[in-house]
């Protein structure tokens, strides 16, 4: 079972992605991808797991398709597209092939402006991201129920919605929410809403190379540019952010001769691009990031000036994550006290990191017994186990007599 849901993981994105371009429904095409899982579920229990599982999906979610088609007035027309599959032999090859267009088109047809940002969201993190509905509730603070509703009429809204390519002028003016959509995904892999994994890889290199093939796409767009360069910037830092039991390292823990220095030169490199063309939000965390890469050590890292650029950020896209990343920097940088009132001035009910912050500070101000209270409510917030297992570790750290 635990194979079967590490493949799905893998392989629903493109499998969605891949029949939503052929069957012009992504509602529909995300049925068709459960309905090949549950096929999966009780033939690979019984015969084993295929060598090739995405085409073997795709093979099946195909069949569903025609099946399913067959029983529509358009049948005729439409399996003309679904016939358009290659033969079963040549799956693997062409899913590579339309790999990066399909979760692009996906991308593009979720930031359809018939849509509100947060359904957009709520859509893609259960389509590319394989997010439960209790997870994307989470995720967005809000009950199930509500989750749950923003996900299905999203999928309405975007029936008969054609699955291609934006126009140049579409493009424009989706640019900014398919940006938004792809630092999604890659969020969700850096620091996983929910489950026993701290980080989910897999989705950090898919966000990775969506980002490249828009940076291509557009190529004298300084976000996309400072989008990627955040994303390579901060994935360098991936095989350090877990030790060998897998357990997180905090950033200042972190063994920095484990980070990537490839993608850090290509992060830099992309910044360059990022700042030449002008830059805005993303780039602007990208020099952030880049202050961490540049230091050999932790005591190298520049405070004063990471504290600076937020500061500068919370004027450009201000939001209450942004202060709270501002108000560590400044405890940081040798002023924890005027982090420590920035942090109580923000609303951020059952947002874990809060507390953990709060706890930061505290500490640094000799405060010991209430930071080791504000890491026990973080570890009660978060729907993480790594990252619980990560904020009790902290506290029994801190000296509860300072």
Known sequence: MDKVEAIWRIESARLIAGLARFVRDVALAEDLAQDALVAALEQWHRDGVPDAPGPWLMAVAKRKA???????????????????????????????????????????????PTLTTDAQKALILRMLCG???????RAFLIPEATAAQ???????????????????????????????????????????????DWARPALCHEAMRLGRLLASLLPD????????????????????????????????????????????????????????????????????????????????????????????LA????????????????????????????????DLPDYPHHPAVRAELLDRLGRGDEARAELGRAAAMSRNAAEQRLFRRRADRINPAK
């Not at 997010?131 to 509730?137: F, G, M, V």
């Not at 140049?168 to 959509?181: G, M, N, P, Y």
């Open 131 to 137: 997010l439960s509905t209790p997870e994307i509730a």
């Open 66 to 112: 025609i099946d399913a088609l067959r029983r529509r007035d358009a049948y005729a027309s439409k399996l003309i597209l679904i016939q358009e599959v290659p033969e079963a032999e040549d799956w693997d090859d062409a899913i590579d092939d339309h790999l990066g267009d399909d979760l692009l088109r996906l991308i593009f047809t979720a930031a359809h």
């Open 221 to 312: 767009d300084a976000e996309a540019h400072g989008l990627l360069a955040l994303m390579e910037l901060q994935a360098s830092r991936l095989a350090a952010r877990v030790d060998a039991a897998g357990e997180p390292v905090p950033l200042l823990e972190q063994d920095r001769r484990r980070w990537d220095r490839a993608l850090i030169r290509h992060g830099l490199d992309a910044l360059a691009r990022a700042e030449a063309l002008g830059g805005g939000p993303y780039t602007l965390q990208a020099m952030i990031a880049a202050c961490h890469a540049r230091a050999i050590n932790p005591a190298a890292t520049d405070w004063p000036r990471i504290a600076a650029l937020y500061e500068v």
């Open 315 to 346: 004027h450009v896209q201000p939001g209450p994550v942004v202060r709270l990343n501002q108000a560590v920097a400044l405890g940081f940088a040798g002023d924890p006290g005027r982090g420590l009132r920035i942090v109580d001035e923000l």
């Open 150 to 196: 923003r996900i299905v009429r999203a999928k309405k809204t975007l029936t008969g919605v054609r699955f291609e390519m934006p126009t140049k002028d579409e493009t424009t003016a989706r640019q900014s929410q398919v940006l938004q959509i792809v630092y999604l995904i890659f969020n969700e892999g850096y620091a996983a809403t929910g489950g026993d």
